[in-house]
Structures are given as C-alpha cells and as structure tokens.
C-alpha cells in the first residue's frame, strides 16, 4: 500500500503536475490576452466564439499557435508576444474551451433569417452568400468572427465599435474595424454621404446608400466631412421584439461561411 502510495506521488509529481500547470497557466494567458475580445470563456464578442469544435481558421495546434503569434492580419485579431512555453499553454487551454459544451445562442435561425429578409431590410446593405447590398460589411461568415453578444449589440446600437478614429496602415484593414462615414460637398454645392471606399492623398472613393460608387478629386471638393464613429445603420430596439432578437443573433451565429 505504502509502496502504491509513493508511486502514486511520483506519478502526480511527473504527470500530473506539469499538466495543472500548463492549464492554469494556459487559463491564465487566456485571462489577460483573449478575453477581453473573446470573452471570459471564449464565448466570443468582439472576436470569434472560440468554444466550438473546431475553429475554421485553426484546424490544428500548429495553426492555432501561429495565429495567435501573427494574429490575423486585415482584422482585429492581434499578434501575441509570447515563449514558446506559454503559447503552448495557451494553445491547449483554448482547445479544452471547445470540448466543454458551450451555450449556444438560443432562438430559431430560421425565423430570423426570414427577418433578416424582410422586416429588418438587413439585405439592402448586407450581403450573404452573393447576395445583398454593399454598404455595410459582408456577413457571410460572421458567425466564426463574432460571437453572439456582439451580434446582439450590433442590432442595438450599431456605433457602439465603430472606430472613433483610425491610426494603423488603413489599407490592410477592411470593413468595419475600418469604417468610416463621409460627406462631400462639391465645387458645384452636390452633396454625397457614404462609406469611404478608397482614399489617397489627392482623391476619394465614396459609395452611397443607393450602392452608386462616387470619385473625387480632393481639389475639386467644397468640403469633406469624416464622421468617425458614425453609421448608417439604424438601430432595431424599437422594431424587433426580444425573441426576433433572439432569432436574428441565432442566424447571423449560423452564418459560418461558404461550406
Ligand atoms: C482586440 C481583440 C482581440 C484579441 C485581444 C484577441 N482576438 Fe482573437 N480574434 C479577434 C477577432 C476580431 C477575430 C476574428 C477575425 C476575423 O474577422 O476573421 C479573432 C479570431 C481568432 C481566431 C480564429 C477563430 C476561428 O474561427 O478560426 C482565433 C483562434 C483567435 N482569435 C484566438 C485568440 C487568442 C488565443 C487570443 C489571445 C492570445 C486572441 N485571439 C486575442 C479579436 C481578438
Ligand atoms: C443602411 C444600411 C444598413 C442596414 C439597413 C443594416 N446595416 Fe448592419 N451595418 C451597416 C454598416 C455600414 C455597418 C458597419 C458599421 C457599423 O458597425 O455600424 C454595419 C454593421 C453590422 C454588423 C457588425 C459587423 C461586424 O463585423 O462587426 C452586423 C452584425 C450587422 N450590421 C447586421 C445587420 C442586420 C442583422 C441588419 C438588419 C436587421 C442590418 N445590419 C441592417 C449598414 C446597415
């Protein structure tokens, strides 16, 4: 028995404990990198729910190791400085995130893409799979890149992460971490609102809420307005009730892009 007992302390000391410490190490990375974006559980928010089963963007370990040490570039998703040690912790602990079954968003995606069609007019400025209007961002896949609280407050308060200003290289980074609102005023007193296409030092690219596409000379402008932090999409507090909420936020998190 005794002799069991020792062997049982070697055992925790060689496997066990090693193993602990990866965990709690790894939980408590996760802690301090991730979850103010993927929320505390990786239930997902600014950035994706990492509690699936598998993430589209991270197969395996390898790619998950990389994506956290390069992040994903064109989006929100950072780089992380970290040893090799604690990305491995890291790695494994956002693994076991997806063996723990998480809650899923409640509500019926069926009627809420029916929504989506009809009383939320959501398609005249969105598309899914091809379809759909061209002035917000494309939400085919915006289930793997956002997660269900997120989706709900967009629907509420539509400005509440557009980007009240914009310091890195804009090119590389799309809609909408990089969305902004304009207004021109030609030489001619026409004036254009729209989200900025393109923009360089001389010109700007501008498409407006009916999807026609405006260019201007900087110099032949009257005026030009940038209205950071501002969209043009209306919030829906008032025209869904709490279960088509519901119902919409279930479909846009079925939305797992083109299978
Ligand atoms: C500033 C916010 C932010 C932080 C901090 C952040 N992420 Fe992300 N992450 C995102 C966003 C946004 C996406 C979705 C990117 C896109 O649009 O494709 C994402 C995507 C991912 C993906 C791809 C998911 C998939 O569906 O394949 C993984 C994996 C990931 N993040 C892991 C991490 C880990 C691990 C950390 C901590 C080291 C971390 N992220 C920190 C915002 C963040
Ligand atoms: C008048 C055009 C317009 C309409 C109508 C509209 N949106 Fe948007 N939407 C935008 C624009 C522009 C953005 C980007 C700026 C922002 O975040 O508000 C956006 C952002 C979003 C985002 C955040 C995307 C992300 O990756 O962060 C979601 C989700 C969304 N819309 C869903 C919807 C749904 C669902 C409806 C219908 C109920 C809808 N939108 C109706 C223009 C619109």
Redesign the pocket.
Known sequence: MRKGYVWNAALWVLLVHPALWAAGAGEAL?RT??A???GPKGEGG???D?AVRR????PDDAA?SA??TTG?PG????A?RMTAEENAA?VAY?RSLGRTQAVRAPGDAANGKRLFQTKGNCAGCHTVGGAGGRLGPELTDIG??RGPAYLRTALLEPEAEVPENFASYRKLIYTPDNFLWVRAVTADGKQVSGARVDEDTFSIQIRDASDRLYSFRKDELRELHKDWGKSPMPSYRSVFSESELQDLVAYLASLQGPS
Do not use: D, K, N
């Open positions: 996760f990198h991730c103010p974006c993927h600014r950035g994706a990492l993430l589209p963007r991270a998950l994506i956290i994903i989006t929100q998703m950072p992380t890291l956002v793997t890149r």
